[in-house]
């Protein structure tokens, strides 16, 4: 049942804003048959009202104007895509359905994600309210043109505060507050030196292709897969200084590849696996829907990946460079410097230059949102919140994409693969592999962990 649906609009346009480089990015990157949309999926432990849902999603939708948009007609020769931004979003696209077994949200699940939010119409998602045994669900699908994995959390939150009427003051979210490339431009000579070398490291590793990940008997259909699971504790225990939670799901997901690729006969080679960075300043990391996150390459060489300790103390290396010499403003560079040219040649571009080759693209996506503030609980019959699960898009070569949050003492993980490579069995023995690896690494229920050299016991990065 439509609550919201989208349809023939009469919008009072309130104002425009210009589309930055990394919207124009994901914008480029978005096919029919791999569409670009940030999934996102929030469980209650009680039933939500349809009505006072949609009311809660029009009040949120005046906070965040980037959550009201739609692409802005363009011609070929003109240089930049614009947004318009709708005053009010009087009929927000939201649908209820009935799940009545688990199989009717997996239908739900995949049906959502099998294309991107349509640009044209204003409100660049579309958001699900699916009414399922035990708690209800919110599924959220979000252009990742107009919005980045932390965007899809805002707006929920946002969702989650206005339902229960716990709201505070209109948010400061502006088209001025989205300016990336002054957020990550170099800061000094010595920041654009060291994002030089950067770019030549990124071009000596492009020599050789990263390993791919072995496919799992694919079910031959298309579009996206999705397996949701928990991590019981955190991973903040049996820890070296300087290194993070983060650097251990990357090592144990480049191991993970490893182990899952030997037994498969796969010949060993490089991992390198995509790391979003979150661009947004200190403070405001979980703030302002738009996009500021881009994602950098952490690359483990083949024989670093076959002991979990190893793959981390190189992944920590790396990400801790990435942190010193800030280098995800390097690529934000690049498509600033991309974004001069006029659209027909940029959309040209994209589907000619070697973003689909194997070299380019790496072998996974690891995006952890690491610990996320409290979410509201909606209140009343809805309960609280019982979970949030996540992932972002994938192109292949690229394996899979694997999301991780944290919320209070819990882990949330999300495994999204495309069904043309993987099945639903084959994705549920990677991530139990996953979880059998972290368990190595003093991580979920492990009774012991091995010693995980600190940074600065690498000879090399």
């Not at 029009?58 to 965040?64: K, P």
């Not at 989650?160 to 989205?178: K, N, V």
Request: with cysteine; net charge positive; aromatic share 6%.
């Amino acid at each position: 049942m439509w609550l919201c649906p989208k349809g023939i609009e009469v919008i009072d346009v309130s104002a425009t804003a210009v589309a930055n480089p990394l919207d124009e990015f994901f914008l480029h990157m978005d096919t029919p048959a791999e569409p670009w949309g940030i999934q996102l999926e929030l469980a209650v432990t009680g039933s939500l009202d349809g009505e006072r849902l949609a009311a809660a999603l029009r009040a949120a939708l005046r906070r965040h104007p980037m959550a009201r948009v739609r692409l802005a007609p363009r011609r070929d020769w003109a240089v930049r895509y614009r947004w318009q931004i709708a005053a009010e979003l009087p009929e927000p696209p939201l649908i209820a359905v009935t799940c009545r077994e688990s199989a009717d949200l997996d239908r739900v699940r995949a049906e959502l994600f099998r294309r991107s939010p349509d640009l044209g119409s204003f409100g660049p998602f579309e958001l699900v309210l699916a009414h399922v045994p035990g708690g209800d669900r919110l599924l959220l699908n979000l252009h990742h043109a107009a919005g980045d994995a932390a965007s899809g959390v805002r707006l929920l939150r946002s969702v989650l505060e206005a339902y229960a009427g716990t709201a505070g003051a209109a948010s400061a979210d502006s088209p001025e507050s989205r300016d990336v490339r002054a957020l990550l431009a170099a800061r000094s000579l010595t920041e654009s030196l060291r994002r030089a070398g950067e770019l030549a490291r990124i071009g000596r590793a492009g020599l050789t292709a990263p390993v791919p990940i072995a496919p799992a008997a694919p079910a031959g259909g298309s579009g996206y897969g999705f397996r949701l699971f928990r991590l019981a504790d955190d991973l903040r225990f049996g820890r070296a200084a300087g290194v993070t939670v983060n650097d251990i799901l990357l090592g144990a997901l480049a191991v993970t590849v490893r182990r899952w690729n030997d037994g498969r006969g796969a010949a060993p080679g490089r991992v390198s696996l995509t790391m979003p960075v979150n661009g947004r300043p200190e403070g405001r990391r979980y703030d302002v829907v738009g996009n500021f996150s881009i994602g950098t390459s952490v690359s483990i060489p083949a024989a670093d990946t076959v002991e979990p300790a190893r793959a981390i103390a190189v992944a920590a290396a790396r990400t801790g460079q990435i942190k010193r010499h800030r280098t995800n403003g390097l690529m934000v560079t690049l498509l600033a410097g991309l974004s001069l040219l006029p659209i027909g040649l940029k959309r040209r571009l994209f589907r000619t230059a070697p973003l689909a080759a194997a070299r380019v693209l790496d072998t996974a996506i690891l995006t952890n949102l690491g610990v996320l503030p409290a979410l509201p609980a909606p209140g009343g019959a809805a309960g609280t919140v019982a979970g949030l699960w996540f992932s972002s898009p994938l192109r292949l070569p690229t394996g899979i994409s694997l999301g991780v949050v944290t919320l209070g003492a819990e882990m949330f993980a999300c495994l999204c693969y495309q069904r043309a490579r993987f099945d639903a069995a084959g994705a549920a023995e990677f991530s139990e592999l996953f979880q059998r690896t972290l368990r190595e690494c003093g991580g979920p229920d492990s009774r012991g962990s091995a010693r995980i050299p600190a940074p600065r016991e690498m000879r090399r990065a």
